[in-house]
């Protein structure tokens, strides 16, 4: 049964129309009062970035959401603004979780700060309230359109799961975010490990195609090669055992390091 003292505010970086967003909301419904607040448009690698020419218009959408109409609202604007409207302008109360996703393509290893997906949980644990950053992993290139043939029904599953955690469960000082990655081929059985992230690039960087230059000038967006995978992270979690991969992340970008035998060491 739902609770109505449970607030979840739902966001994305894909887009307000994307399918994973809609598979999530699907899954959130019952847990509690769910705030839809997504970008406009699609504004995957965004980051935590504020786009300074954003118009932020905020424009009221309808969704039906297991056989119910919902009020959504799509917000001119990055990932992270869409939060910070959703939290001070449009959400009646403020979130106890911000879930951002369902995204189209896994998010890993040091690539997740190119994410607008986990930059929406960013946003949120800047403000006190815990995130939830959810993607499923594809087999494709093409990330900046929707594809039908995602299937986002296990990512949903999953989506609810730790959902219904960080609800119940407070999270250790330093855990700020929830980073998750569902497989490919994932069903509700398939197990979930809490992993490090990666410290390697999962994706080479993507340059783009200069205007001079032609469609057949593209260098393709080349991934991380199995050959290249060690265990003990998130990319080998989910790409080589086949497993539901959980990063727990921290906004504080400090060092874990030993802080005075680095100032010892600088001086000396």
Aim: charged share 25%; proline share 6%; net charge negative.
């Amino acid at each position: 049964m739902k609770n109505s003292d449970i607030h979840i505010l739902l966001s994305n970086d894909d887009g307000i129309d994307s399918p994973g967003l809609w598979a999530a909301a699907e899954a959130l419904d019952d847990l509690g009062y769910v705030t839809v607040a997504a970008p406009r448009d699609h504004m995957s690698a965004t980051g935590r970035g504020v786009l300074k020419n954003a118009d932020r218009v905020i424009t009221p959408k309808k969704l039906t959401v297991n056989g119910k109409e919902w009020d959504i609202y799509a917000v001119g604007g990055s990932p992270s603004q869409s939060v910070a409207h959703g939290i001070f302008e449009i959400a009646p109360q403020k979130p106890d979780l911000v879930v951002s996703g369902i995204n189209f393509g896994e998010n890993f290893a040091t690539d997740i700060t190119y994410s607008g997906t986990v930059g929406a949980t960013i946003e949120a644990a800047s403000l006190g309230i815990p995130g939830l950053a959810m993607s499923q992993q594809i087999l494709f290139e093409t990330w900046d359109e929707y594809h039908d043939e995602v299937d986002f029904t296990i990512a949903a599953h999953f989506t609810r799961l730790f959902a219904e955690l960080m609800l119940a469960k407070r999270m250790p000082d330093d855990v700020h975010i929830l980073n998750v990655v569902v497989p490919v081929g994932a069903t509700v059985d398939t197990p979930w490990q809490v992993t490090p992230l990666a410290d390697v690039r999962y994706f080479h960087p993507s340059l783009g195609i200069p205007k001079q230059k032609k469609e057949k000038d593209k260098k393709p967006s080349l991934i991380l090669d199995e050959s290249d995978m060690t265990p003990g992270n998130d990319v080998y979690t989910v790409r080589i055992e086949k497993k539901v991969a959980v990063t727990p992340l921290s906004i504080n970008l400090t060092s874990r390091t030993d802080l005075p035998a680095l100032e010892e060491y600088l001086r000396s």
